[in-house]
């Protein structure tokens, strides 16, 4: 089949492909969890400045206090997306053992058909706890993991790459793995799924491990996988600080600032060129960028905040990936954590801030680099 956004190497034209969180809507495990009607937006709401020049709560512009039931939600996400060069969504996939979280929303994608705009799994298979109010070891949902349930995943996963949406690299379907190192024997699941696609006719997906944390620095070869995607902010290269910053020490102790005693911080530019400076290994990395990270709304205590970050400063990071992406061997793709991850402080959609800054200085930077690469051909 072929796709309507088939991503290849070494081209003059970039790809950019933001996350998508679908976690903006209620659900019967979320209200027995969190109490009734709760959705991402309590967290986000809830959140308050840590210290002086925190910039707290994010609060939704252009799109409002969006419910993800709604249909005309999907088709304005994917209208302001497209305006601003972002080409696709990277739908967060819960999948627990045959049992599905936080569905309806692809649900409807794929079952409308609409909207036209393209699309790929990243399966996050972490267990579901209540680390978001500091209860971390208490697990509401396990992650289980069976060569049956093997099978049955790949036989779903396979029914969504046959939409002709379904985000391709080289003609082949993308399949991202948050925490692929955690899958107990991952080249024999790998080797099952792909048993399956090629049963289904379907051509072997490109399978990429997010790389994040300290024990997901490796060759993705050895898990049987074709590639990384280096998330943004990658855990394992941060520089984090806070007891070595005078600054928010001393705000600390003379409680100014206590609640953000719990809690680490880092910069956002510097982080930006960590990660642009990062030597290349021998096998494919896509690089991601944020536009920023503060999680301290879903934490009590444990969050990170990546201080200084201004569209401008985003916009040089997007030019730094997407200048690697186009004069490296790899597909000519780069990732944006994430389209709407609120209380993360991670979102491209417009806040009251900052409005349609940080979309503006994607768009930018991306065409800067295509531009210039046109030049020198």
Same mark, same amino acid.
């Given at each position: 089949?072929?796709?309507?956004?088939?991503?290849?190497?070494?081209?003059?034209r970039?790809?950019? @492909?933001?996350f998508?969180?679908?976690? *903006?809507?209620?659900v019967?495990?979320?209200?027995?969890?969190?109490?009734? &009607?709760? #959705?991402?937006?309590?967290?986000?709401?809830?959140?308050?400045? $840590?210290?002086?020049?925190?910039?707290?709560? +994010? !609060?939704?512009?252009?799109?409002?206090? /969006?419910?993800?039931?709604?249909?005309?939600? #999907?088709?304005? =996400?994917?209208?302001?997306?497209?305006?601003?060069?972002?080409?696709?969504?990277? /739908?967060?996939?819960?999948? *627990?053992?045959?049992?599905?979280?936080?569905?309806?929303?692809?649900?409807?994608?794929? =079952?409308? &058909?609409?909207?036209?705009?393209? *699309?790929?799994?990243?399966?996050?298979?972490?267990?579901?706890?209540?680390?978001?109010?500091? &209860?971390?070891?208490?697990?509401?949902?396990? =992650?289980?993991?069976?060569?049956?349930?093997?099978?049955? +995943?790949?036989?779903?996963?396979?029914?969504?790459f046959?939409?002709?949406? /379904?985000?391709?690299?080289?003609?082949?379907?993308?399949?991202l793995? /948050?925490?692929? +190192?955690?899958?107990?024997?991952?080249?024999?699941?790998?080797?099952?799924?792909?048993?399956?696609?090629?049963s289904?006719?379907?051509?072997?997906?490109?399978?990429?491990?997010?790389?994040?944390?300290?024990?997901?620095?490796?060759?993705?070869?050895?898990? &049987?996988?074709?590639?990384?995607?280096? *998330?943004?902010? =990658?855990?394992?290269?941060?520089?984090?600080?806070?007891?070595?910053?005078?600054? $928010?020490?001393?705000?600390?102790?003379?409680?100014?600032?206590?609640?953000?005693?719990?809690?680490?911080?880092?910069?956002?530019?510097?982080?930006?060129?960590?990660?642009?400076?990062?030597?290349?290994?021998?096998?494919?990395?896509?690089?991601? @960028?944020?536009?920023?990270?503060d999680?301290?709304?879903?934490?009590? #205590?444990?969050g990170l905040?990546?201080?200084?970050?201004?569209?401008?400063?985003?916009?040089?990071?997007?030019? !730094?990936?997407?200048?690697?992406? $186009?004069? #490296?061997?790899?597909?000519?793709?780069?990732? @944006?954590?994430?389209?709407?991850?609120?209380?993360?402080?991670?979102?491209?959609?417009?806040?009251?801030?900052?409005?349609?800054?940080?979309?503006?200085?994607?768009?930018?930077?991306?065409?800067?680099?295509?531009?210039?690469?046109?030049?020198?051909?």
């Amino acid at each position: 089949m072929e796709s309507r956004l088939s991503i290849g190497r070494g081209h003059d034209r970039l790809t950019s @492909v933001a996350f998508y969180l679908p976690q *903006f809507h209620p659900v019967p495990e979320n209200d027995r969890w969190w109490g009734a &009607g709760f #959705s991402e937006w309590h967290n986000v709401v809830r959140a308050k400045p $840590l210290f002086p020049g925190h910039y707290q709560p +994010h !609060l939704p512009a252009d799109l409002g206090f /969006y419910d993800l039931r709604l249909p005309e939600t #999907s088709h304005a =996400q994917a209208q302001l997306a497209s305006e601003y060069r972002v080409e696709g969504f990277c /739908y967060y996939h819960y999948w *627990f053992h045959g049992e599905r979280l936080l569905s309806a929303p692809l649900d409807r994608v794929l =079952q409308s &058909g609409q909207p036209s705009f393209p *699309f790929m799994l990243c399966w996050a298979n972490e267990n579901w706890t209540r680390s978001w109010d500091g &209860g971390a070891t208490t697990v509401l949902m396990e =992650q289980r993991y069976s060569a049956e349930d093997d099978i049955e +995943h790949a036989r779903w996963l396979g029914a969504a790459f046959q939409d002709d949406r /379904y985000i391709r690299i080289d003609g082949r379907p993308a399949l991202l793995v /948050y925490r692929a +190192h955690r899958l107990p024997a991952a080249p024999q699941t790998v080797e099952r799924w792909r048993r399956v696609w090629d049963s289904m006719g379907i051509a072997q997906p490109y399978l990429a491990a997010v790389e994040s944390f300290p024990d997901e620095l490796g060759d993705p070869a050895e898990l &049987g996988f074709d590639g990384v995607v280096a *998330f943004a902010p =990658q855990w394992a290269r941060l520089q984090l600080r806070f007891k070595t910053n005078r600054v $928010l020490r001393m705000l600390a102790e003379r409680h100014v600032i206590p609640a953000a005693l719990g809690h680490s911080y880092a910069d956002y530019t510097a982080t930006a060129l960590r990660a642009a400076r990062r030597p290349n290994d021998h096998f494919e990395r896509v690089e991601t @960028v944020t536009p920023g990270w503060d999680n301290t709304p879903r934490r009590r #205590s444990g969050g990170l905040v990546l201080c200084h970050s201004r569209p401008a400063e985003y916009g040089r990071w997007v030019e !730094l990936a997407s200048e690697r992406a $186009l004069l #490296s061997d790899g597909p000519s793709l780069i990732m @944006v954590n994430a389209w709407n991850e609120w209380a993360e402080g991670a979102h491209l959609e417009p806040d009251r801030r900052y409005g349609h800054a940080y979309l503006q200085a994607h768009r930018q930077a991306v065409e800067r680099v295509e531009a210039a690469r046109q030049r020198s051909a």
